[in-house]
């Protein structure tokens, strides 16, 4: 995956809105089985990376948020 894509930041803002978190042990039952089953463990370590270290994202920064997890060290 290069970019979160629209697709997935709808499905995801769904259980943020609804459960005001972004740990994906809280939230990833909301759009699981929504999700492309290539992109779901990418997602989860996204949503993982930003619980942990504290970030937040919407639609207007939701795809540098992404990009600085594809760089970090994983």
């Not at 499905?11 to 990833?28: H, K, R, W």
């Not at 270290?53 to 920064?61: D, E, I, L, R």
Request: charged share 20%; aromatic share 18%.
């Amino acid at each position: 995956m290069k970019k979160l894509g629209q697709r997935n930041y709808l499905l995801i803002s769904q259980g943020v809105n609804a459960l005001g978190t972004y740990d994906p042990n809280e939230i990833f039952f909301f759009f699981e089985e929504s999700l492309y089953i290539h992109q779901a463990e990418t997602i989860w370590n996204f949503l993982d990376w930003v619980h942990k270290n504290g970030k937040m994202f919407g639609s207007g920064n939701c795809e540098v948020v992404f990009k600085e997890f594809l760089s970090s060290p994983q």
